[in-house]
C-alpha cells in the first residue's frame, strides 16, 4: 500500500585507484568481451589523434624517465663498491699494493680471501674514498630527481590527454542522442541505452585512465630493467627471466580463478541484491500476507552463498600478493647466494648484486600489473565498442537546406494520403487525410494501439512519413525547419516527464527565458500554484524521482503549465490529465478551455467527459479513422463512439450493472512492446 | 558508529581473528628477518669467503621463506573468512530489523535508501575489515619491527628513520588529503553527468517537442566540462603521488650509503648491516605509506557505518503484542474510533477523528480527492501504520492486542499498486494461501477474470513473474493480485483503487464474480470513481483527513456537499 513509484537510487560506482572496494579484478563489466577487439581497439586510439602532440612528449617523457629510474640502482651499486673497497682495504697494512695483499692472503692459507680481494678494486690500508662515493651518489641523487621530474610531467600531460579524450568522447554521445531519429529510441530497451551512454561511458573513462598511466612505463620498466639485469650477469639474469614467466603464469591462474570467483560472487550479489530490492519495496505486501518468515529464510540462503561466493573470491585473489612476494623472495635468496659466491670468488662486486637485487624486486611489480592491464583492456575495449555502435546510429536526416522560419503560424493542419509503419512488415496508419481548421479543437479516441498517439507523433515530426505528406499552414512540414515545426507546438503527454530541477524551472522548460511573473501566471492558471503554497520550498521545491511530495497528478499539472507557458500555435494534449482526480479535472477543464481558444489543439482522451465540447471527435480503430463528427452527431448515429459512450457513462440512475467510468474501453492487456501507438 | 558496529560484529570471530594476528605476527618477522640473514651472508661469508656458510644461511632463508608465505595465506584465508562472516552477519541483522519495521519506519527511509543501505554500504565496511586483516594489522607490526631491527643493526643510523618516517608521511598525507574530496567530487559529478544523459534520453519526446536540444546540450557541456576539470585536479595529484614516494625511498637509500660509509669507515658499523639497514628502511618507509593509504578508506567506512547503525537502532513504532489475542468471536468486523494518524515530522494529522464502522456481508466505500487520506486508513487495518491516536478495533479488539499472524490471517488486501513478487503465477498465489491447491488457483484466478490469460500462457500457472511483475501489462498484473486475495478466502477485503487499470466489461464481470465470493466478508473499497460504488452499502467521504460524510450514496446525495462536489465533476457529461 505504502509502496510509492520508487526507483534504486543509482548505485554508487567506485571510481580511481584510491578505493580498492571491488577487489582488483572484479569490476562490474566482469566477464564481457569484444567482438571485434582489434578494430574497436584501432578506433579508440584514432580518438586519441588530436592529443598527438602530447602523446608524443608523453612518450619521450616516459621513457627518459624510465631510463634515468632504472640507471640509479646502478650507480648505486658503484657507490657501495667503493665502500665496501674501503671498509675492506682499511684491514689491511698501509704502503702494500694490492698484488701484494693477495699474495700475503694467498701465503696466509687464505685462498678464499685472496679471491675476494682480487674482485675488489681497493688499496691497501686506505680506508673509504669519501670524494669518489659524494661524486657517485651525486649523480644517483641527480638521475633519481630527473626521473622524478620527467615522470611527473608524462603523467601530468597523460592525465591532461585522456580527459580531453573522454570529454570529447562524452559529448560525441550527447550529440548522437540529440541527433539519432526517435525510432531509434523505440527500437531498443531504454535501460539498454541508458547503459551504455553511462555504464559502458564509465568503464571507459576508467580502463582509458588506468591503462594508459600504467601500460607504458610498466612495459618500458620491464624492458630496461631486462637490459641492465643481462648487463650486470647475464647467468643470473637468465635466472630471474626464468622465474618471471613462471610466476606471470601463476598469477594468471590465481588471477583466472579469482576471475570466476568474483563472477560468482558479482551474481551472488545482483540476486542478494534483487532479493533485498523485492523484500524492501513489497515490505507491507509480505507483512500482511504473513509471508515475512519465508522471506527471511529465503535471504539467509542467499545471504550464505553469498558469503561462500565472496569468500572464495576474496581468498584467491589475496593470495596475489602474497604469491608473488614468495616468488620476490626466492629471486632475493637466490641472488644473494649466488651473488655472495660470486663476490667471494672475486668475479662480481658487491655493489652489482646490490644493484641486482633491487632490479629483481622492482622486476615483479610491473610485470603484475601489465598482466592485471590485460583484463582492463579487455573490458574497456568492450565498453567502447558499444558506446561507438551508438556512434555509428544512422541519425535523422538534416533539416531542407532552402527552409525558411516563419513564426506566426495560425494552425491549420492537413493530412494528405498519410501512410506510416514503425514496422515495415505490421500496417498501422495507412492512406490518412484529415483537414483540421485554425482554432478548433479535436478529439481522437479509440482502443490502445489504434495508433492516436502516432497520429500527433507525426503532427510534431518525430517520425518520417512513409508516404503522402502533412501541411502546417498549407507547407508541407518535411520542407520545413523540424524546429519550426516543434517551436509553434506545445505537448502534454501522458508519461510526465519533469527533470531534476525546482518546480519553478520546469515550468519554464515551456518558454526560455521566462519572466517571474509569466511563470506564476501559468502556475495559476493550471492550478499548480494551489498545490506549490502548500510546499515549504514553494516554486523551490526540487522535482525529483524519489520526492514523495509530489504526486504523479502535481506532476502532470506541472507538465499543463509548462505547455501553457509555451503558448503555442498548435496544442496536443495526450492523456493530459489522466492521473488529476475528478474535480482538479473538472477546474482544469476550464483552464484548458481558455488555453484551446485561438489555438487549434488535439486531444486523445480516455475519459470521454473531457472532449464532448470538441468540434471533431475522430474515432480511430487499426490506424484509420472509423467515425468522425461532433459528440451529438456521433451519438446520434449509434455506432463505436455511442457503444464507448454508454460503456462509460451508464451512470448510476440505471442502477443494476455494475459500471466504471473513465476507463480504457479498450482492449487491457496492451501489448507493452507498441510504443504507445 | 563504526568502531561500536564493529565490536558488536565482530565478537563472534575473536578466535580466527586471534588466530589472523598471530599469523600476520610470525609472517612479518619472517619477513623482517631475512634482510638481517642477507647481511650474514656478506659480513660473515661473503667477507671471510666461506661458501659453506652463504649456503646454510642461503637455505635458512628459503625456510624463512616459506614460513612468511604459509602464515601470510593462512592469515588471508581467516582475515577474509571473518570479513566475509561480518558482512553475512550485519546484512542479516540488518534485513531482520527492516523486516520488523512498519510501513512508517520504511516509508521515513525510503525503501531505496534502505536497499543501498543493506547493500552497498555493508559492503564498504565489509571491504574495510578485509583490508584490516589482510593489510592494516602487518603495516603497524612492519614498523615496529622495521624501525627496532634497524636500530639492531646500527643506532647510529636510526635518525634516518626518524627523519624519512614523518617526511614519507606528511607527503603522502597531503597528496591524499587533496586527492580524497577531489574523487568524492569525481563521484558527484560523473552522477550529474550520467544524471543529464538518462533526462535526456527518458525526456527525448518533450525536449525535441520544445526544441530544447541546445539547452540541453548546454546543461550537458557544463556538467562535463566540470567533470573534466576535477578529473584533471585529481589526476595532477595522482601523477604527483608515486613519483615524489619513489623520490622519498631513492633520497634515503643514497643517504643510508652517505652517512653509512662514514660509520663505516670509522669502525662503527660492518658493511652488511649498512645493506640490511637499507633494507629496513625501505621496508618501514612502504608500510607507512600502506598505512596511510588505509586511513583513507576509514571515513568513508564510517559514513556507511553510520548510516548502517542508525537503521539498527531504530525499532519498529508497530511493536507486536507480547501476548497477542488469538481467539475472537467474531468475524471481521472493522471499527474505526476517533482514529488520528499524524506521519513523522509532519506538522498536520493525515487522518483526524476518524469513526465509523464496516460490518461482515457488507460494502463499505471510501471516497475522496488525491490526498485526503484514503490509503492511510485502510493500511492502518493490517498495522502498517499504527494510529497516533484513537484506536482500530477488529472484532471489538484493539489491533494492537491481537496477535499479528490472526490479524493478518483475516486480511486480504489488494494495493494500489498492484505489486507481484519475482517467480510464478503459482507462487504468486501462494504468497496469498501457502498451501493452495491448483484447483484453487485456477478458481481464484476465474472469480479474478485471470484464467483466461494465464491459461493462454504456454506455462500457465508456471509462467515467469518478473520482479514487480513488470512482465504483464497493468490491467494483468491487476488481476492476478485480485487473485492472490481472493484465494485466502478472508474476513475482511481491502480495495485499495484495485480496478483502475481494467476495462470497462471486465471490471462489470468481476465485481460481479466478487460478489458471490465477499458475501459473508466484510469489504473496504477505496474508490477514484463514484460510479463503481453507488450500490454499496456504506460510503464514508474523506476530505482532508476527516470523514465529512457517511452514509449511502442516495443520503449523501442529499446531505453532504463534498459528496455532490465528486459525483458532479463526475457526472458532468451525463448532466442532460
Known amino acids: 500500500m505504502s509502496t510509492p513509484p520508487q526507483k534504486m537510487k543509482k548505485t554508487e560506482r567506485i571510481t580511481g585507484h584510491m578505493t580498492p572496494g571491488r577487489g582488483p579484478h572484479g569490476g562490474g563489466m566482469v566477464g564481457q568481451k569484444a567482438s571485434n577487439f582489434k578494430g574497436s581497439a584501432r578506433r579508440l586510439l584514432g580518438w586519441l589523434r588530436p592529443e598527438r602532440t602530447k602523446i608524443g612528449a608523453v612518450i619521450v617523457a616516459a621513457i627518459a624517465s624510465v631510463a634515468l629510474a632504472v640507471t640509479g640502482p646502478r650507480v648505486l651499486g658503484r657507490g657501495t663498491d667503493i665502500i665496501f673497497a674501503g671498509a675492506v682495504g682499511k684491514t689491511l697494512p698501509a704502503g702494500i699494493t694490492k698484488a701484494q695483499a693477495i699474495d700475503a692472503a694467498r701465503a696466509a692459507g687464505n685462498g678464499k680471501v685472496a679471491d675476494l680481494l682480487g674482485g675488489i678494486d681497493l688499496v691497501p690500508g686506505q680506508g673509504i674514498d669519501f670524494g669518489a662515493l659524494w661524486h657517485v651518489l651525486a649523480i644517483v641523487l641527480a638521475l633519481y630527481i630527473g626521473s622524478t621530474l620527467l615522470s611527473y610531467v608524462q603523467g601530468w600531460l597523460l592525465n591532461d590527454v585522456v580527459q580531453a579524450t573522454v570529454l570529447r568522447l562524452r559529448s560525441a554521445v550527447e550529440d548522437k542522442i540529440n541527433s539519432v531519429p526517435l525510432r531509434y529510441f523505440d527500437q531498443q530497451p531504454r535501460g539498454e541505452l541508458l547503459s551504455r551512454v553511462t555504464n559502458d561511458m564509465d568503464n571507459l573513462a576508467q580502463s582509458l585512465q588506468q591503462t594508459m598511466s600504467q601500460m607504458l612505463t610498466s612495459l618500458l620498466t620491464i624492458v630496461f630493467i ?74 539467509e540462503v542467499e545471504n550464505d552463498q553469498m558469503y561462500e561466493a565472496s569468500f572464495k573470491a576474496q581468498f584467491l585473489s589475496g593470495l596475489i600478493m602474497p604469491i608473488m612476494m614468495f616468488i620476490g623472495n626466492i629471486n632475493y635468496v637466490v641472488i644473494a647466494v649466488l ?194 503554497h502548500s510546499l515549504p520550498d514553494g516554486y523551490d521545491t526540487i522535482v525529483d524521482d524519489e520526492g514523495a511530495n509530489i504526486s504523479a497528478g502535481e506532476k502532470q499539472l506541472i507538465t499543463i503549465a509548462r505547455a501553457f507557458l509555451a503558448n503555442p500555435a498548435l496544442l496536443i494534449l495526450d492523456e493530459a490529465t489522466s492521473s488529476v482526480d475528478t474535480r482538479t479535472e473538472a477546474l482544469l477543464q476550464h483552464a484548458m478551455a481558455a488555453l484551446r481558444t485561438q489555438r487549434t489543439s488535439f486531444v486523445i482522451a480516455h475519459r470521454l467527459s473531457t472532449i464532448r465540447d470538441a468540434d471533431l471527435i475522430l474515432v480511430m480503430e487499426h490506424g484509420a479513422i472509423v467515425e468522425q463528427g461532433n459528440h451529438d452527431e456521433l451519438i446520434a448515429r449509434g455506432g463505436a463512439y455511442a457503444d464507448l459512450y454508454n460503456a462509460q457513462f451508464s451512470g448510476p440512475q440505471s442502477g443494476g450493472a455494475p459500471s466504471l467510468g473513465g476507463v480504457v474501453p479498450a482492449p487491457a492487456d496492451r501489448a507493452r512492446l507498441q510504443p504507445d501507438a | 558508529m563504526l568502531l561500536r558496529l564493529l565490536k558488536e560484529n565482530l565478537r563472534p570471530y575473536k578466535r580466527w581473528i586471534a588466530i589472523v594476528l598471530a599469523l600476520q605476527l610470525v609472517g612479518t618477522i619472517a619477513a623482517l628477518y631475512l634482510p638481517s640473514l642477507n647481511a650474514d651472508i656478506i659480513d660473515k661469508g661473503v667477507v671471510t669467503g666461506d661458501t659453506g656458510y652463504i649456503m646454510r644461511i642461503g637455505a635458512w632463508m628459503l625456510a624463512v621463506s616459506l614460513i612468511q608465505i604459509a602464515c601470510t595465506i593462512t592469515a588471508v584465508y581467516f582475515g577474509a573468512k571473518t570479513a566475509m562472516a561480518f558482512g553475512r552477519d550485519v546484512r542479516s541483522r540488518f534485513f531482520h530489523r527492516v523486516g520488523s519495521f512498519s510501513s512508517r519506519e520504511v516509508g521515513r527511509f525510503g525503501a531505496p535508501s534502505l536497499i543501498n543501505r543493506n547493500t552497498n554500504d555493508v559492503q564498504q565496511v565489509q ?155 625501505i621496508q618501514i618507509l612502504i608500510s607507512v605509506m600502506m598505512s596511510t593509504f588505509m586511513l583513507v578508506m576509514v571515513p568513508r567506512a564510517a559514513v556507511s557505518a553510520e548510516r548502517i547503525v542508525d537503521v539498527l537502532d531504530t525499532s519498529s513504532s508497530v511493536v507486536p503484542p507480547e501476548l497477542g489475542v488469538t481467539t475472537v468471536l467474531k468475524h471481521g468486523e472493522v471499527e474505526f474510533q476517533g482514529a488520528e494518524f499524524t506521519y513523522a515530522g509532519a506538522a498536520h494529522p493525515v487522518l483526524r477523528d476518524v469513526s465509523f464502522s464496516a460490518k461482515p456481508g457488507k460494502t463499505t466505500a471510501i471516497v475522496g480527492s488525491t490526498g485526503a487520506g484514503k490509503t492511510t486508513l485502510l493500511s492502518l487495518i493490517p498495522r502498517l501504520f499504527d494510529v497516533t491516536g484513537g484506536s482500530v478495533l477488529v472484532d471489538g479488539i484493539d489491533v494492537r492486542d491481537l496477535d499479528p499472524q490472526v490479524l493478518w490471517g483475516k486480511i486480504g488486501l489488494v494495493p494500489q499498486k498492484a505489486y507481484l513478487f519475482s517467480g510464478t503465477v503459482a507462487s504468486n498465489l501462494r504468497h496469498g494461501k501457502p498451501d493452495a ?71 462489470a464481470r468481476l465485481r460481479h464474480a466478487l460478489k458471490a465470493v465477499t458475501a459473508g466478508a466484510t469489504v473496504l473499497i477505496v474508490a477514484q470513481r463514484v460510479f463503481t460504488i453507488t450500490d454499496a452499502d456504506q460510503i464514508a467521504v474523506l476530505e482532508d483527513g476527516e470523514v465529512v460524510g457517511l452514509g449511502t450514496h442516495d443520503e449523501l446525495l442529499d446531505t453532504c456537499p463534498t459528496y455532490i462536489e465528486i459525483v458532479e465533476s463526475q457526472l458532468k457529461a451525463e448532466a442532460s
Open chain 1, 226 to 299: 631486462m637490459v641492465m639485469m643481462i648487463d650486470i650477469s647475464w647467468t643470473l639474469a637468465l635466472f630471474v627471466l626464468i622465474t618471471v614467466p613462471v610466476s606471470m603464469a601463476l598469477a594468471a591462474l590465481v588471477m583466472r580463478r579469482s576471475r570466476t570467483q568474483f563472477i560468482g560472487q558479482w551474481r551472488h550479489t545482483g540476486a542478494l541484491n534483487a532479493q533485498v530490492e523485492e523484500a524492501f519495496t513489497g515490505h507491507a505486501l509480505t507483512k500482511v500476507f504473513g509471508r515475512q518468515e519465508e522471506v527471511q529464510a529465503d535471504f
Open chain 1, 339 to 532: 651473488g655472495g659466491l660470486r663476490v667471494a670468488g672475486g668475479t662480481m662486486s658487491l655493489g652489482e648484486v646490490q644493484a641486482f637485487i633491487q632490479y629483481t624486486r622492482r622486476f615483479t611489480q610491473p610485470v603484475t600489473q601489465v598482466a592485471s592491464m590485460v583484463n582492463l583492456l579487455q573490458s574497456g575495449v568492450a565498453s567502447a565498442e558499444r558506446v561507438f555502435e551508438l556512434l555509428d546510429a544512422e541519425e535523422q536526416e538534416p533539416d531542407h537546406a532552402l527552409a525558411v522560419s516563419t513564426t506566426d503560424r495560425r494552425g491549420r493542419v492537413a493530412f494528405e494520403h498519410v501512410s506510416f509503419r514503425y514496422e515495415d512488415d505490421q500496417p498501422l496508419i495507412e492512406d490518412l487525410s484529415l483537414t483540421v481548421e485554425p482554432g478548433h479543437t479535436i478529439a481522437i479516441v479509440g482502443p490502445t494501439g489504434a495508433g492516436k498517439t502516432t497520429l500527433v507523433n507525426l503532427i510534431m515530426r518525430f517520425y518520417e512519413l512513409d508516404s503522402g505528406r502533412i501541411t502546417l499552414d498549407g507547407e508541407d512540414i518535411s520542407q520545413m525547419k523540424r524546429h519550426d515545426v516543434r517551436a509553434n507546438t506545445g505537448m502534454v503527454l501522458q508519461d510526465t516527464w519533469l527533470f531534476d530541477g525546482t518546480i519553478r524551472d520546469n515550468i519554464a522548460y515551456g518558454k526560455l527565458g521566462a519572466s517571474e511573473e509569466e511563470i506564476h501566471a501559468a502556475a495559476e492558471a493550471t492550478f499548480v500554484d494551489r498545490f506549490v
Open chain 2, 127 to 281: 571491504m574495510l575489515v578485509v583490508m584490516a586483516f589482510t593489510m592494516m594489522i602487518s603495516a603497524p607490526i612492519m614498523l615496529v619491527g622495521g624501525v627496532i631491527m634497524a636500530m639492531r643493526e646500527d643506532i647510529g643510523l636510526s635518525w634516518l628513520v626518524a627523519v624519512a618516517v614523518p617526511v614519507l608521511a606528511a607527503i603522502t598525507g597531503l597528496i591524499i588529503s587533496r586527492m580524497v574530496p577531489g574523487f568524492r567530487l569525481m563521484q558527484t559529478r560523473l552522477d550529474t553527468v550520467n544524471k543529464v544523459l538518462r533526462e535526456q534520453i527518458t525526456g527525448i519526446r518533450v525536449i525535441r517537442a520544445f526544441v530544447r536540444e541546445p539547452f540541453e546540450t548546454d546543461r550537458f557541456e557544463t556538467a562535463n566540462k566540470d567533470l573534466t576539470d576535477i578529473g584533471i585536479f585529481v589526476g595532477r595529484w595522482m601523477a604527483a603521488m608515486f613519483p615524489t614516494v619513489m623520490l622519498v625511498m631513492n633520497v634515503s637509500s643514497v643517504a643510508v650509503l652517505w652517512f653509512g660509509g662514514h660509520r663505516i669507515d670509522s669502525g662503527a658499523m660492518q658493511i652488511g648491516a649498512l645493506t640490511a639497514f637499507l633494507s629496513y628502511l
Open chain 2, 437 to 507: 491447491t491448483e484447483e484453487e488457483m485456477w478458481e481464484a484466478l476465474e472469480i479474478a477474470q485471470a484464467k483466461a490469460f494465464v491459461a493462454d500462457m504456454p506455462e500457465g500457472l508456471d509462467a515467469p513473474i518478473a520482479q514487480g511483475g513488470t512482465n504483464v501489462s497493468g490491467g494483468q498484473r491487476q488481476r492476478l493480485a485480485i487473485a492472490r486475495a481472493v484465494i485466502r478466502r478472508p474476513e475482511i477485503y481491502l480495495f485499495d483503487d484495485s480496478f483502475s487499470a481494467l476495462d470497462v466489461a471486465t471490471d
